[in-house]
């Protein structure tokens, strides 16, 4: 059975490790109401790593673009936009693997795209009615980094340290900055009040529209 394919407005959320992405999609959210959006997080769509060992996974380049399984993605934000609910991975970063669950995302209007490289895919972008960049200084998104490694993902300070001058850092200067680019809104000071509203208000007006063009075509009786 083919779904039919229904408007949707998507917005891409990029930026560095710890800029504040996860704000501006839980603004988007509040605004909206959680049953009209529908979240892609890519931390969820890092490569599934079974054959490797854990010592090998550890090695990994979690900070660049090849680690991240794009046809998955791809395919699930297709499948969102043409109405099909999807069974989006969950990534275990306590043992850098793709685990075993997965989290049932149910189509919705306005589809939110939030990672690292939201903006890197030039396919990706032209799905994207809306591509936000949260840019905040380096020394903020360390700090966030190594807060939530440690409480969330076992991590200890030396290793946040040395994965964030190894990796991060020069990843993020390599592959992550230049995408600020393709991006419509930048928030230069992360996810500041006025520009995220900006953001929600146009999340909000797109329901609005989409509500009141099917009263239109389905008008109560």
């Known amino acids: 059975m083919t779904s039919t394919p229904y408007p949707t407005f998507v917005i891409g959320v990029a930026g560095g490790s710890g800029s504040g992405k996860s704000t501006v999609t839980r603004e988007v959210l509040a605004s909206v109401g959680a049953n009209m959006a529908a979240v892609l997080m890519q ?36 499948a969102l936009r043409n109405g099909q609910a999807i069974e989006m991975p969950v990534y275990d970063f306590t043992v ?81 900055e230049p995408t600020k680019r393709s991006a419509h809104v930048i928030l230069p000071h992360g996810a500041n009040g006025p520009a995220v509203d900006m953001i929600t208000t146009k999340a909000v007006s797109f329901i609005r529209e989409l509500s009141a063009s099917h009263e239109h075509h389905h008008p109560r009786i």
């Open 43 to 78: 931390d969820d769509y890092y490569l599934d790593q079974s054959a490797l060992s854990f010592e090998q996974r550890c090695q990994t380049n979690y900070d660049h673009p090849d680690a991240f399984d794009w046809p998955l993605m791809m395919a699930h934000v297709q």
């Open 96 to 176: 850098h693997n793709r685990s075993s669950k997965t989290i049932t995302v149910q189509p919705a209007p306005i589809i939110v795209i939030e990672g690292l490289f939201a903006l890197f895919d030039p396919a990706l972008r032209k799905m994207m009615s809306l591509k936000v960049f949260v840019d905040t200084a380096a020394d903020v998104r360390f700090i966030r980094r190594l807060q939530r490694d440690m409480a969330e993902r076992g991590r200890s300070v030396d290793s946040v340290i040395h994965q964030y001058l190894e990796t991060v850092r020069p990843m993020h200067k390599q592959f992550i």
